[in-house]
């Protein structure tokens, strides 16, 4: 049963074939995928590797773990399962603007008695 690695530490440069690459050294890579931001297309610096066992994801720990990729020292373990997080609504009205709405006036009045 093929095991999911977390990799941590990665450089911004660094490509999914890179990382397939240097962890086949360990066993047989399934995937290898570099976690990309959606707003800049920038690697994050993260990502997941899948190798083919149990044993071979346990090698490729011992062997990377702590160790240089391209000038960056890697985190790599077990992945764990994402969290649930709450939904995020963007919708359905409320004031976004923080505060309270106004912002006119506060000034001195101009009005003389």
Same mark, same amino acid.
Request: charged share 25%.
């Given at each position: 049963?093929? /095991?999911?690695?977390?990799?941590?530490?990665?450089?911004?440069?660094? /490509?999914?074939d890179?990382?397939?690459?240097?962890?086949?050294?360990?066993?047989? $890579? $399934?995937?290898?995928?570099?976690?990309?931001?959606?707003m /800049?297309?920038?690697?994050?610096?993260?990502?997941f590797?899948?190798m083919? /066992?149990?044993?071979?994801?346990?090698?490729?720990?011992?062997?990377?773990n702590?160790?240089?990729?391209?000038?960056?020292?890697?985190?790599?373990?077990?992945?764990?399962?994402?969290?649930?997080?709450?939904r995020?609504?963007?919708?359905?009205?409320g004031?976004?603007?923080?505060?309270?709405?106004?912002?006119y006036?506060?000034?001195?009045?101009?009005?003389?008695?």
């Amino acid at each position: 049963m093929a /095991t999911k690695l977390y990799v941590g530490g990665l450089p911004y440069s660094s /490509t999914d074939d890179a990382l397939k690459n240097h962890f086949s050294q360990a066993g047989a $890579v $399934v995937s290898a995928v570099i976690i990309m931001d959606k707003m /800049t297309g920038r690697s994050k610096g993260f990502g997941f590797v899948e190798m083919s /066992t149990e044993e071979e994801a346990n090698k490729a720990i011992e062997m990377f773990n702590g160790q240089d990729f391209d000038g960056r020292k890697l985190t790599v373990n077990i992945a764990r399962p994402m969290e649930e997080r709450p939904r995020r609504s963007f919708g359905g009205g409320g004031d976004r603007r923080g505060g309270n709405g106004g912002g006119y006036g506060g000034g001195r009045s101009n009005d003389r008695y």
